[in-house]
């Protein structure tokens, strides 16, 4: 961010938060002494990187690995008798299922790379799953929450570690059946649509698993072979 040319403008979300830039390179130039690897490397460091950030951001807590998880919300659920209803009964065993088969996969991939090989597709694939349960554990915990959803830690506040500090059992339930929202559940949903944005796109994951998992036929793309400034070029020119 030091060279000339490099501005950049925060990106408040809806959480209230700013984790995001906007940034504009105007003719910046870089020296060559601020190589990363090899010159023509560029692009398997790049992959290499997102597929360990993928992994990375696929651990058990519900917001890219951080936060409140499925045997969390089970817990507190449980600590309310809310277990009683059969029907939520289903729905929290199809979040620890779906749980369990993301902390089997990340062994799987953890494996891996104890054995020297770099993340494959499979990260694309944790990705794509943990982003769908994320938003799974969050919408259930806020209905379950019932009105005391819409009332308690009212504003998108709350940090991503809340829980880990106050404790997860020690969260305040609402006198009744189910479990109230803590602030870290209130900005848990309200940040949950990010998950299948950041870090590759929902529909980016799923393309990368149909082509290189499932050897499905590649999007057309007209161009292809084209190197950035080729396809910037205006038509014709």
């Avoid at 490099?6 to 003719?27: C, E, G, K, L, R």
């Avoid at 949950?192 to 590759?200: E, N, Q």
Wanted: proline residues 5%.
């Amino acid at each position: 961010t030091d060279l000339p040319g490099i501005t950049m403008s925060p990106i408040v979300d809806m959480t209230s938060a700013h984790s995001f830039n906007q940034v504009f390179f105007d003719d910046v130039r870089i020296p060559a002494s601020l190589l990363v690897g090899e010159e023509g490397d560029g692009w398997r460091l790049a992959r290499v990187t997102l597929a360990n950030e993928r992994v990375s951001l696929s651990s058990a807590g519900s917001l890219w690995g951080d936060g409140p998880s499925a045997d969390d919300l089970l817990e507190l659920v449980r600590q309310a008798g809310g277990t009683s209803d059969p029907v939520l009964r289903q729905r929290l065993a199809a979040l620890y299922c779906e749980a369990e088969v993301l902390r089997l996969n990340r062994l799987r991939t953890l494996s891996a790379q104890l054995a020297g090989r770099e993340p494959g597709s499979e990260a694309n694939i944790q990705k794509a799953m943990a982003d769908d349960h994320g938003q799974h554990v969050m919408a259930l915990a806020k209905e379950v929450s019932g009105t005391s959803g819409m009332l308690v830690g009212s504003g998108p506040v709350g940090r991503l570690d809340a829980s880990k500090e106050e404790g997860t059992t020690e969260n305040r339930l609402t006198t009744g059946q189910f479990p109230g929202v803590s602030s870290i559940w209130h900005y848990g949903y309200v940040f949950s649509p990010a998950l299948t944005l950041g870090g590759g796109t929902f529909a980016v994951q799923r393309n990368i698993i149909a082509e290189r998992v499932l050897g499905l036929p590649r999007e057309p793309d007209a161009q292809r072979g084209l190197s950035w400034s080729e396809a910037r070029a205006p038509q014709g020119a």
